[in-house]
């Protein structure tokens, strides 16, 4: 099972201080927490991408590259992709051209956004977001798979005989996961294509969750791609952690009120009730986060949200800290002791390749190991 971190990269004003970074600011700490995610023992960074402010990463391959080259084993992702508004074409270059760069550690998650208006400024309908998904994604997996494409579709100009460059990684695309927080359609188009499902796990009651990775669940084994408990779900959770949950609480609550995201509507306590967001001790994330499973069933990929809401670097990476030291090592334990074997593997680069030739990858002369 892999842990890490996902950021939504907003820019907030820290409610305690009134210091609002500057985007510099805030990129170089998003690379930053990058860069402690590995040192702290975790396996994943992602990151979204957004293209209207409060939010900075317009550009998650630029990043995620300038990543990959300061580390040595931490798997690269995003929160969000953009399959209705980038050109599937360039979606696939750009994704296939950092999976040379990372050696393999690198794969995505497919959205369509959640912010209306992104969709005019690239000369796209919102009402078309989900054929936009599903012809988009379609296109995508044939520019990865077949080296000489011939298509024609509804939203972009036909291609003749053309190549994609550079090729996947040894032949083998990126991972994808399709994420989603209210569509059915997404849960099915994953399914489908025996993909990986994302469920972001935290704006909604745990129930709303439940229908949509049951569904995924259930069609996964309908399109012949294993069984129900074998499909590959990950899951976003958010915390904010001290030794001592009051303290915890006291500390978070200013940045909670003042969130873009959730800020100025239910209470803190509310949420954290009705909702996976976590505040307390690192036991108490544990014991949350645990439940999950009860929830949800087994599942490969777990991230956690936690340089949101205006929180200065230094408390992120006291809370990363915390979380590697305290949290996933027992979260590892407490999951791989109840972990039915017959559970789908964590995706990486190197285990698509043992199932595409039923051998290990060996390890290429000056190349780092793969994730």
Known sequence: MQFGIFTVGDVTTDPTTGHTPGERERIKAITTIALKTEEVGLDVFAMGEHHNPPFVPS????????????TERLLLSTATTLITTNDPVKIAEDYAMLQHLADGRVDLVLGRGNTGPVYPWFGKDIQDGIPLAVENYALLRRLWEEDVVDWEGRFRTPLQAFTSTPRPLDGLPPFVWH???RSPEVAEQAAYYGDGFFANNIFWPKEHYQRLIRLYRRRFAFHGHGTEEQAIVGLGGQAFMRKNSQDAVREFRPYFDNAPVYG????????????????????QVIERTLEFREHFGDYQRQLFLMDHAGLPLKTVLEQLDILGEEVVPVLRREFAAVRPAATAAAPTHAGGWRRATGSPRDREPGRRALG
Request: no cysteine; aromatic share 6%; proline share 11%.
């Open 264 to 283: 100025h509507g239910p209470s803190l306590e509310e949420f954290t009730e009705q909702t996976p967001l976590t505040v307390g001790s690192p036991a």
């Open 59 to 70: 550009s998650p391959t630029t990043v995620l590259g300038y990543i990959a080259a300061r």
């Open 179 to 181: 994420g989603s927080i």
